[in-house]
């Protein structure tokens, strides 16, 4: 009896050994299957796709574009907006080129500038930057031409800006245009009425000396009617150099035909004379609409009448 008892006992224990490592094996199972299946049915938006970092591959091994390269439009880095491709221009007097390029809105891209040269001649001549942010931002840009850097020759010539950023390749934009002894005819013509260079009227400070020059317009079309356009006064000191630009900050309604005054203040004393030239443009200052007028000016003199 003691015998069978002892039997008994074993077997029962291998049974409930037996028993308890299949219910083991169940639980193990159903913790890792749910899990298995959770991992293969997990779908992907569609913005967690365009920054997945290994680019996807077709069954004969060609590599595809991720939805984020595929198909993605590549800004202009760097466009010369005036003068246009092919327009005349008169030889012997001052060249404002003016533009646009992609500025430093790429946060990766560092240092970046835009730069001109007009025929192949270096070196290149920094452009200055008008953009909204302020001095840096080269997104709008303009720079004048004048005989110290190089002069626009009789026939075809050649303009090039070139954007160029510490850690990027530079790119580059070019216009041709033709140089000659006549200006392009526009249809909006300037006539200087009134122009001074005298102490400001207002200021407590001697030095302060104020430019003013007042042009009468006349449209020969109705194009520039009704329509806001700008106007710009340029002064140059004796030896060419740019000193001051002007303009309306949000431009002008246009007419038929009137009258607009343009104002600036020069707080260097020691500039005994002066050249301001006045010229009509698009909204953006970036399109020329009329012909520019020069007058040359000497500290304290008044020419013409005020309206």
Known sequence: MEKEFHLFTTGSIITLILASIATTSLVYGQSIFPKAQNATTNTVSPSDATTTSAPSKQPSGKTLSTPSQAHKPRPSMVKIVSPSNGEQI??????????????????????????????????????????????????????????????????????????????????????????????????????????????????????????????NYTAANSTINNKTINAMLKIYAPNGTLIKTSSFPNGFVAMGLGTVQLATTIKDSRIPQLTAIVQFMTRDKLQPLSNSVTVKLVSGQKIGMKP
């Open 90 to 215: 008169i030889i012997g007097k001052p060249l404002t080129i003016s533009g646009t390029s992609a500025g430093n809105t790429n946060a990766t891209l560092i240092n970046c500038q835009v730069s001109v040269i007009v025929n192949g001649i270096k070196p290149y001549q920094r452009v200055v930057a008008t953009g909204p942010s302020g001095s840096g931002d080269y997104s709008k840009w303009n720079f004048t031409l004048s005989p110290k850097h190089t002069s626009i020759k009789q026939g075809q010539n050649k303009i090039t800006a070139k954007y160029s950023c510490a850690n990027s390749p530079d790119f580059y934009s070019s216009v041709s245009v033709i140089g000659g002894s006549t200006s392009k005819v526009y249809e909006t013509n300037l006539k200087v009425r009134y122009a001074h260079f005298v102490p400001m009227p207002t200021s407590t400070n001697s030095k302060e000396r104020q430019v003013k020059v007042i042009v």
